[in-house]
C-alpha cells in the first residue's frame, strides 16, 4: 500500500482568471501544472495549512474561502488526498519560490494546461462554477 499525504491546493481567482503553478525540475511530476499549496502539517486544519503554504511559496497572503473539491490520486509511490479551496488574495502578489513559473491563466484555457492528475477533479468543478 502507498503511503498517503494530506494535501491543500489554493485556486486564487482574480476575475475570470485562476493562478496555475508549474512544478519545477527538482520537484516530483516536473512540469505539470497544479494548484499552488502543500502538504497539511500534524495538528494544522487544512486551511490553516493552506494560508501558511501560500506564505512560504508565493510569499502572499489570502483569505481562504468556500471548499471546491477533495480528489484522491493514487501515483506510482504515494497517494495523495488534495483538498482545494477558493482563495482570494489580501496581501503581496504571488511570487516565485519553489515553482518554475506562475500564471493567471483565463477560466476558458484552463483545460490547455498539462494539470498533475490530482488537481483534475478540481480544475473540472472551477470550470463549471466560474462559467456558470
Known sequence: MNKQIKVVGAVLVDGQTVLAARRS????????????????????????????????????TAEIGEHVE??????????????????TLLEGTPRLTEHS?????????????????????AVERVIQDLQA
Do not use: H
Open 101 to 121: 513559473e506562475i500564471r493567471w491563466v483565463p477560466v476558458a484555457e484552463l483545460r490547455e494546461l498539462n494539470w498533475a492528475p490530482a488537481d483534475i477533479p
Open 70 to 87: 477533495n480528489s484522491v490520486y493514487e501515483y506510482e509511490r504515494i497517494t495523495v488526498s488534495l483538498a482545494t479551496y477558493y482563495c
Open 25 to 60: 525540475e527538482q520537484m516530483s511530476l516536473p512540469g505539470m501544472w497544479e494548484f499552488p499549496g502543500g502538504k497539511i502539517e500534524p495538528g494544522e486544519t487544512p486551511e490553516e495549512a493552506l494560508a501558511r503554504e501560500l506564505v512560504e511559496e508565493l510569499e502572499c
